[in-house]
């Protein structure tokens, strides 16, 4: 019997509610498969240790998730704490010790969701974004002096490497590469940003030649919002900087139905450390502890993480379970318009997942 060990870690507003929904989602999967077990152990970690203890996470915190196989993910933002307190507390300090560089964010149209383009019936969009997730807009160089005062100077330094552009732009082609359609668009900036995004677009060149079989093209992150309403059809694989990636796959997610259903995974993709998967969505506050979060993204994420943990058989089962649930518009919750609550969707996932005769 293969084991795994899975840190659960809820986080801040809506973040326990739908991890906990997933982790109930991840166990009915380990028992409907027989093959394998999960030995799932829960963080307090977030916004309440910061109010006790005045951190986000204890300082070995990062060391003490290396032993786990994965991590599941809620959310992370309270409305009395700094977001860039919250945020750069726990989740970027987990994402960049454990050098989660790839943040992969697969969007396409459920079945019985409806997508706010009025031209897309469901297999137009289906599209994976990759973000850079260790560097770039996020690298947190910079500094602030003079606060308050008129002189003050604030800066934000977009950090990009050569090894850190040449390995996100890799892993991008060979996930077009593993896709049928082998298509990969990278986005860029390089013509206001004439220094480290003309390297991102030079480098991605040169990664191109290793994948004759991937078509690609280049496209400005402006014209690519256009595109991605305009022209949906016509984009596959996504990748682009930390900072791009991390608006661009907001708008994929609103125009796929709901942010309530849109997953990630931050990958380790040499798996020295274990990787991280979570909902797109943040803490929610205007509905947490209403118990009509709509737990799908963290389901779609807990399959993605079956995924990685090379259980293909039931992440491909739970799929199918969430897909079967969200095709019956009584269970949607408000986010799509319907009156279900977290619980009952979860429950018709794991009683989809109890029934599947596959
Ligand atoms: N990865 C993260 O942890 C993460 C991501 C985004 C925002 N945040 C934080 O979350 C807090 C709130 O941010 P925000 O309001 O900009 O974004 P948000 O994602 O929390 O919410 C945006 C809107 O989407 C709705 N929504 C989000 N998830 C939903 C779900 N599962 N079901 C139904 N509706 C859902 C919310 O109700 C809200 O109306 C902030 O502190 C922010 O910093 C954290």
Redesign the pocket.
Same mark, same amino acid.
């Given at each position: 019997m293969r084991s795994y060990k899975i840190a659960a870690m809820g986080?801040d507003?809506?973040g326990p509610e739908?991890v906990e929904a997933g982790v109930q989602v991840l166990k009915t999967c380990a028992e409907r498969d027989g093959g394998f077990t999960l030995d799932v152990q829960d963080f307090d970690w977030g916004s309440d240790y910061y109010r006790t203890h005045g951190v986000m996470m204890p300082a070995d915190g990062a060391e003490q998730l290396r032993q786990f196989d994965a991590i599941l993910f809620g959310?992370?933002?309270?409305p009395d704490i700094p977001?860039h307190i919250?945020?750069w507390g726990l989740?970027l300090s987990i994402c960049q010790p454990l050098d989660q560089y790839a943040n992969v964010r697969p969007t396409r149209i459920l079945p019985g969701i409806t997508s706010p383009l009025r031209h897309v019936s469901g297999p137009e969009l289906d599209w994976v974004i990759v973000r850079e997730n260790s560097e770039g807009e996020y690298s947190g160089v910079g500094g602030r002096v003079h606060k308050g005062l008129p002189i003050e100077v604030a800066q934000d330094v977009s950090v990009m490497t050569r090894a850190g552009v040449q390995r996100i732009i890799r892993y991008a082609f060979r996930l077009a590469q593993s896709r049928p359609r082998k298509l990969l668009t990278v986005v860029t900036k390089s013509n206001a940003q004439r220094h480290a995004m003309v390297m991102w677009d030079e480098i991605a060149a040169e990664v191109a030649q290793e994948f004759p079989d991937v078509t690609w093209d280049k496209m400005l992150v402006d014209a690519m919002t256009m595109r991605m309403v305009m022209k949906p059809q016509t984009l596959d694989t996504i990748v682009a900087t930390n900072l791009h990636a991390d608006i661009l796959s907001d708008l994929a997610a609103a125009l796929a139905g =709901?942010?309530?259903i849109a997953p990630t995974a931050n990958i380790n993709p040499e798996r020295d450390a274990p990787s991280m998967f979570?909902?797109?969505?943040? =803490?929610?506050?205007?509905?947490t502890g209403k118990g009509i979060?709509?737990p799908v993204?963290t389901f779609w994420t807990a399959a993605m993480m079956l995924e990685h943990l090379g259980e293909k058989p039931a992440a491909d089962r739970l799929m199918r379970a969430v897909e079967r649930v969200t095709a019956d518009p009584a269970l949607h919750?408000p986010?799509l318009g319907g009156k279900a609550t977290t619980r009952q969707v979860t429950d018709a996932v794991c009683e989809a997942l109890r029934r599947a005769n596959d």
């Open positions: 986080g507003g809506i739908v959310a992370v933002g309270a977001d919250t945020l989740r =709901s942010l309530g979570e909902p797109i969505h943040g =803490s929610a506050f205007d509905i979060a709509n993204a919750t986010d």
